[in-house]
Nanobody, 124 residues
Framework: QVQLVESGGGLVQAGGSLRLSCAASGRSFRGSAMGWFRQAPGKEREFVST????????RYADSVKGRVTISRDNAKNTLYLQMNSLKPEDTAVYYCAARNELDVSSSSGSYDYWGQGTQVTVAS
């Protein structure tokens, strides 16, 4: 089992920045590829970004590419998502997820563990 706890969400003005964190406990964090997903009201959960076990491989959704950076600190069992130039359309609940594989994946169905989510609201 892996427990994931997100933090860092909040209310920010358009153009602002937020840094989300995801603290992992339980199964080896180092052996898990990780991902960030988001879900806006009335919409499906969508992929944001993913990172492999070492941090050497990342992938981003086109909607956030160039504005968002995913990273991880395996010594601290923590995943991060730095979000800059935020837009109102980035408003959503952001979820951290872990998978029992080493490689990246943009498919939510390939993830085994999920956090409870953290709300990000971007005001125009």
């Amino acid at each position: 089992q892996v427990q994931l706890v997100e933090s860092g969400g909040g209310l920010v003005q358009a153009g602002g920045s937020l840094r989300l964190s995801c603290a992992a406990s339980g199964r080896s964090f180092r052996g898990s590829a990780m991902g960030w997903f988001r879900q806006a009201p009335g919409k499906e959960r969508e992929f944001v970004s993913t990172i492999n076990w070492s941090g050497g491989s990342t992938r981003y959704a086109d909607s956030v590419k160039g504005r968002v950076t995913i990273s991880r600190d395996n010594a601290k069992n923590t995943l991060y998502l730095q979000m800059n130039s935020l837009k109102p359309e980035d408003t959503a609940v952001y979820y951290c997820a872990a998978r029992n594989e080493l490689d990246v994946s943009s498919s939510s169905g390939s993830y085994d563990y999920w956090g409870q989510g953290t709300q990000v609201t971007v005001a125009s």
